[in-house]
Each structure stands twice: as C-alpha cells, then as structure tokens.
C-alpha cells in the first residue's frame, strides 16, 4: 500500500510554524489563515466556512500541518469530503469527542462532529484515558498509551483506507512540548505504527497539530525554544516517513 495523496501543506492560522526553518524547507504550499478570527479553542460557524472555502482551493491533499492543537477541529473539514469508507487514526492523548456534537465545534468536541461523516466508518483513537469514557459507541475504540503493538492496531481496522490525524500532546515530553497535557507515547512507536499503516493501508490523508504556542516576544525563551526543536523534529520525522510512502516522488511531491 502507499500514501495516497501527494504535498504538504502549512495552515498559518497562528503563527507556529514561522520559526521551524528546517521543516519549511520541504516543498509546501502555505495557506494564510491569521485574518480569520473567532478561531482559538472555538470556531465560529460563520469562520469555519471560511477555513473550508480556503482549503477547497489548495493544490496539496498530503500532509497538512494546522499548528496548536487549539485547532484540532480542522481535521473535520479535511475528512468531511472524503467519498470512500475509511477508518479515523487519531493519535491523541485526549478523545476529542467532548460531551457531543457541541452547538460550536471546538478543538476537545471535533471528532463527535466527524463520526457523522457518511464514508467514516470506525475511529481509532490511540494514547487516550479509556477510563474518561467508559461506554463508547461501537465504532469508536481506545487504544491506551500502554498500546505497544502496531500489529493489534492494524487488526482492528477494516477498512483499506485510512485517514491519519497526530496530536503531538499523544508525545512523551522528550519528544515533544505542547500547550496541553501530555502523554507517554515515544516518537519512535509512534513512527513505527505510522509504517505499519502506511505499508498496510491506503492512507488517503494525514494531518499533524501540537505546536507550541509563541508570541513574538517568547521566541527565545528557554520553554520556546525547546519546543520548537523537539517539535520541528518529530513533524520532520512524521512528514519524512509519509513522504517516503508516496505514490510520486518521495520528497518533491
């Protein structure tokens, strides 16, 4: 199997992204979302037709980077078009499903918004509490942190296609630094499992959230700095991997 979609694609909704010099260095196209307000945490109905409008134009369907996880909720939009079943991977210390499908999607209610896309037929969720929801739906299943088998993920997905979605607060500390709290999963299984999928599946998209907030003015602060170097690394290590899968050229796609 192969990753199914070619590019990646920056989304400058807050500015994260600017200061990972080594990871803008891979061909993107980049998308300027920072005029588009009542964005952070919530999204304003009226600004989430704006985001989609935006994304229906770019060029590059592979790996697109949303920035903090405060904007998770974009997943939805990058899935919600999707005509052939396929099965939601999320990595993610956190379910995301909230209480419900909220009256405004939000970064922690997304994914009770996406199970109501028809070609979505299972969500995966790996690095999440099992105890904070006792009694799922059945096309909904938790792999906790303690998950150590790529193996029994890939055996729980029917679908050929999947479509991936990292939060790097599912990340251990040394790996990465995220505004949330985080979990105990390494970089390196992380990386593994994405193999697996990608050498098993047909990925049909993949996007990457988790930065770490920064103002100008932090930029070179001790906390920012170790942020964006454990950051930039783990995204070139996930863009790399996806990339290597690709139908086209590895790394110009």
């Known amino acids: 199997?192969?990753?199914?979609?070619?590019?990646?694609?920056?989304?400058?909704?807050?500015?994260?992204?600017?200061?990972?010099?080594?990871?803008?260095?891979?061909?993107?196209?980049?998308?300027?979302?920072?005029?588009?307000?009542?964005?952070?945490?919530?999204?304003?109905?009226?600004?989430?037709?704006?985001?989609?409008?935006?994304?229906?134009?770019?060029?590059?369907?592979?790996?697109?980077?949303?920035?903090?996880?405060?904007?998770?909720?974009?997943?939805?939009?990058?899935?919600?078009?999707?005509?052939?079943?396929?099965?939601?991977?999320?990595?993610?210390?956190?379910?995301?499903?909230?209480?419900?499908?909220?009256?405004?999607?939000?970064?922690?209610?997304?994914?009770?918004?996406?199970?109501?896309?028809?070609?979505?037929?299972?969500?995966?969720?790996?690095?999440?509490?099992?105890?904070?929801?006792?009694?799922?739906?059945?096309?909904i299943t938790i792999f906790p942190s303690s998950l150590r088998s790529p193996k029994l993920l890939l055996s729980h997905i029917t679908t050929e296609n999947v479509y991936i979605s990292i939060d790097k607060d599912v990340l251990c500390r040394d790996d990465a630094v995220t505004n949330w709290d985080q979990g105990t999963m390494t970089l390196s299984f992380l990386l593994q499992c994405l193999k697996g999928l990608l050498a098993h599946k047909n990925v049909v998209g993949v996007d990457v959230c988790g930065e770490y907030p920064q103002a100008s003015v932090d930029l070179f602060h001790p906390m920012s700095r170790e942020a964006n170097r454990k950051n930039e690394y783990a995204n070139l290590c996930i863009a790399e991997t996806c990339l290597r899968h690709a139908v086209h050229h590895p790394r110009l796609a």
């Open 1 to 139: 199997m192969r990753f199914q979609r070619r590019g990646v694609t920056f989304l400058n909704i807050d500015g994260t992204y600017v200061s990972q010099r080594r990871l803008l260095r891979l061909p993107h196209e980049w998308i300027d979302l920072t005029d588009v307000e009542q964005t952070n945490l919530y999204c304003e109905t009226h600004s989430l037709q704006e985001i989609e409008r935006r994304l229906a134009h770019h060029s590059r369907k592979g790996i697109v980077f949303i920035g903090s996880g405060n904007y998770h909720y974009v997943s939805y939009l990058l899935m919600k078009h999707i005509i052939e079943p396929f099965t939601l991977v999320l990595f993610d210390h956190h379910t995301d499903l909230g209480a419900g499908q909220e009256a405004m999607i939000s970064c922690g209610s997304w994914v009770s918004y996406a199970i109501t896309i028809p070609f979505l037929k299972k969500v995966m969720i790996v690095g999440a509490t099992v105890q904070q929801y006792p009694h799922l739906s059945s096309n």
